[in-house]
């Protein structure tokens, strides 16, 4: 459980500063803004962290970051059906680790608590990635494939459709490419 300490003061509450990762560090990425990269070797199958957040309901997390279209920045992590982490409040540099169809790492819920465990060997210099398994909604638009768009690949959107497995929008994305 991620720690939470009370305050002196009566409903308010104070979140631990979780500490720091000694297998990598946090710094500009070509595949989203920050990204975490290894700075020593790191073996298949060794945990690279603890995915740290306030733990609240879906219900606070949808009224937290309601979607419209100014574009906001969300660190959301599904624990369960009634728990969501959002490391945005207390949440750790695990919280930099960027999505790819072709990852490194993975997570694992463990008795209340998410881990980022590599599943193969990373060398020093490489970006730490897990595929963020993003639900994809029938409903979905132009605008919204640029604003959830896999980045982990080619630039075009075509080309991130057509080699990436973990948006299935490929059957859409045909039929926007007159209109983006």
Known sequence: ??????STKKSSKTLVKPPKSELYEVRRSKIQGR??????PIRKGQKV???WGQRIT?????????DNDARHHTFLFVLDDETVLDARYGGND???INHS??????????KGHIYIKAIKAIAPETELTYDYRFAWQDDYGPKDVRYYTCRCGPRSVAARFS???CICARRCVSGW???T
């Open 94 to 96: 695990a919280r930099f």
């Open 177 to 179: 490419r007159a209109t």
């Open 35 to 40: 990204g975490a990269f290894a700075i020593k």
């Open 49 to 51: 962290d603890e995915y």
């Open 58 to 66: 879906h219900e606070e997390a949808d009224d937290r970051y309601k």
């Open 101 to 110: 169809c072709d990852p490194n790492c993975e997570t694992e819920i463990e």
């Open 163 to 165: 080699r990436c497995r």
């Open 1 to 6: 459980m991620t720690p939470v300490r009370k």
